[in-house]
């Protein structure tokens, strides 16, 4: 019932930059907060950074500074963009949202299929 389609992904050397596009479409009531995660080769999915619906955003720690989130709530899109790119950046990035369906009281989570971005050195 609802989809979140990423884009922007791709290949950069190390210090270069890239912006991930996300677009939610489907039967949708209201989206609650959106964000990036990612996962490298063997490694945990993490969150990136997210925007909530007050406005606020949350940045990992090793991204702050280098990443902006933004966000259009007419168009159901987010975005990240990312700057100075370093090879530990390599990872799938996914989009997520708190997405309430029309005929739903509550909200329930959902995923993109993820957009591989890889940093060489």
């Known amino acids: 019932q609802v989809q979140l389609k990423e884009s922007g992904g791709g290949l950069v050397q190390s210090g270069g930059a890239l912006k991930l596009s996300c677009q939610a479409s489907g039967n949708i009531f209201k989206i609650y907060t959106m964000g990036w995660y990612r996962q490298g080769p063997e490694k945990r999915r993490e969150l990136v950074a997210a925007?909530?619906?007050?406005?606020?955003?949350d940045y990992s720690d090793s991204v702050k500074g280098r990443f902006f989130i933004s966000r259009d709530n007419a168009k159901n899109s987010l975005t990240l963009q990312m700057n100075s790119l370093k090879p530990e950046d390599t990872a799938v990035y996914f989009c997520n949202a708190h997405v309430q369906v029309m005929g739903q009281g509550f909200p329930t989570d959902h995923w993109g299929q993820g957009t591989e971005v890889t940093v060489s050195s």
């Open positions: 925007f909530h619906t007050t406005g606020t955003r």
